[in-house]
């Protein structure tokens, strides 16, 4: 099948002013909105980017770990133990489409090793030990559902087996989930300038 291909990107639909996401916060949900279109999600390329900050305790401003600071991600996961579930659903119908519970233990046995050693958010970007100047880590992860990872495109249409547009609602893990910081019981992550980028195409009209 060929078409036309657009590269597009979409700001969750349901974040506060400032744009920064944090369970600590309560603001644990993640909403996306691709409308129904006659296009199709080219498969394989919806992604999840952003920043991702790591804190050690909860001053304020709160302070950047340092290198005597224990304070880990995942060393099997990575970016991706942020992810508590997904849930895909027609954004025409609101029907369920898929439903992936324990996100994160799923991905554990299905890549045992994806980044094979421990990671530490020490050694940030700019060396800063200045919260006001702490960029972050960027990131970009997709999102293994049995739809998302499929080899077919996936029809936004409500036509025939359109889906009828989505909704992609991502839960992010409670700080325990994704950080290893037996010294730091405060530590905390959160996410800024996070949005889902994809490739659509446009069928051709023959």
């Known amino acids: 099948m060929s078409g036309y291909l657009e590269n597009i990107s979409i700001q969750p639909s349901n974040t506060i002013s400032t744009g920064v996401i944090s369970s ?36 304020s401003p709160p302070n950047i770990p340092t290198a005597t600071d224990t304070v880990n991600i995942s060393p099997k996961l990575g970016v991706h133990s942020i992810i508590d579930s997904v849930h895909l659903s027609s954004q025409v119908n609101k029907n369920t489409i898929e439903n992936v519970r324990n996100y994160g233990r799923m991905l554990a046995s299905m890549l045992p090793n994806i980044l094979g050693q ?5 050694n940030n970007l700019n060396g800063s030990t200045n919260t006001l100047s702490y960029p972050g880590n960027s990131f970009s992860i997709p999102l293994y559902t049995g739809l998302l990872m499929g080899n077919e495109p996936i029809p936004l249409s409500s036509e025939g ?32 300038n996070v949005n889902l980028v994809c490739e659509l195409m446009t069928p051709s009209a023959d």
């Open 118 to 122: 421990r990671l530490s958010f020490v």
């Open 24 to 59: 600590k916060a309560g603001n644990n949900i993640i909403e996306f909105i691709i409308p129904e279109s006659n296009r199709m999600i080219v498969p394989g390329s919806l992604r999840i980017i952003g920043d991702i900050q790591i804190f050690k305790d909860q001053a």
């Open 161 to 192: 087996w359109g889906l009828g547009g989505l909704n992609i609602s991502i839960a992010i893990a409670d700080t325990s989930m994704v950080l290893y910081a037996p010294d730091n019981v405060n530590a905390f992550y959160q996410l800024s």
